[in-house]
């Protein structure tokens, strides 16, 4: 039985409960964030909970936490489930009320609920699942104005993924205008002649922080990148396409709307990209490293 936190308490998840009148089950009114744990550490830490920070700011909701108070509530949900590798949803509504009411709260009190997933323990070679990639499909992005927002409001995420997976893919590069910015739940990158490619930020997609690290961390090994739009019929001309996301980390693409992307296996770029953060993994999990020169990495 896992143990969740909830407004204060940590409790048993099958208690951990809310009231109908939550803003969060009324309009979707929340934002949410996941953090991933390797070996106990949460993993790029302050990075998540600016991210965070800034969701709230940009819903217009309050909250006052400091960085120590979510580290302490993190570091009790690992150590109380016991768990070295797993990744932890926080989330934040703002609140329950007596009546529904689109119009905000003058004084919200919001509503924080954290609960913790395993991970599998660290890889250090690709299984043959992950060697094999995912197929994928494009389709024009139908959700709203500001995907940059991590916003608990994931319907049209959910209807695109779906429509993914009815056309036998895992997931679904959402396209507007002809460009395509990010999956349903994943930043996006693509390989060609050496170089890594994903879209810059925008309004249009989430400022992913694995996404963030990859860079960083292609950049430390020397191997070049750009931030720039990426048209729909480029990712044909890739070599390579990725996924990236806190619980993927960084999955490859080999099949897009049925055409084979590159040989139909990871490609060399990603392979080296998965050895490097693989390695990093295991330097945490025997405590050599904790920050570097863009940061903290773990707290």
Not at 53 to 69: D, G
Not at 105 to 130: E, G, V, Y
Not at 228 to 248: G, N, V
Not at 264 to 275: E, F, I, L, N, S
Request: proline content about 5%; glycine content about 6%.
């Amino acid at each position: 039985m896992s143990i969740a936190y909830l407004n204060g308490q940590f409790l048993p998840i099958e208690e951990a409960k809310v009231p109908a009148l939550d803003r969060g089950f009324l309009f979707g009114d929340g934002i949410y964030e996941v953090i991933p744990v390797y070996a106990g550490k949460l993993f790029r830490f302050k990075q998540h909970i600016a991210r965070l920070e800034n969701s709230l700011r940009s819903i217009s909701l309050p909250l006052e936490q400091s960085l120590q108070n979510w580290a302490d509530m993190c570091h009790q949900l690992v150590e109380r489930n016991q768990l070295d590798n797993a990744t932890i949803y926080l989330q934040i509504t703002r609140g329950a009320y007596l009546e529904r009411n689109h119009d905000f709260p003058a004084n919200p009190t919001p509503t924080i609920f954290a609960m913790i997933t395993p991970l599998p323990s660290i890889q250090r070679q690709p299984s043959s699942q992950d060697l094999q990639g995912i197929s994928v499909i494009t389709a024009e992005d139908i959700r709203w104005q500001r995907c940059d927002i991590k916003a608990i409001t994931l319907l049209a995420n959910c209807l695109l993924k779906q429509q993914a997976l009815e056309c036998g893919a895992n997931d679904t590069i959402l396209v507007r205008n002809g460009v395509a910015f990010e999956a349903t739940s994943s930043n996006l990158f693509m390989v060609r002649d050496g170089v890594i490619i994903t879209p810059p930020l925008s309004e249009h997609l989430l400022p992913g922080v694995t996404r963030d690290f990859v860079l960083w961390l292609a950049e430390q090994h020397g191997i070049l990148t750009e931030e720039r739009l990426i048209p729909e019929h480029e990712l044909l001309q890739a070599d390579e396409i990725w996924l990236t996301s806190s619980t993927k980390e960084i999955r490859p693409v080999t099949r897009l709307n049925d055409a084979i992307i590159g040989d139909g296996t990871a490609g060399p770029v990603w392979r080296q990209m998965y050895d490097h953060y693989q390695q990093l993994k295991v330097q945490l999990y025997r405590g050599e490293i904790d920050s570097n020169s863009e940061g903290e990495i773990a707290l």
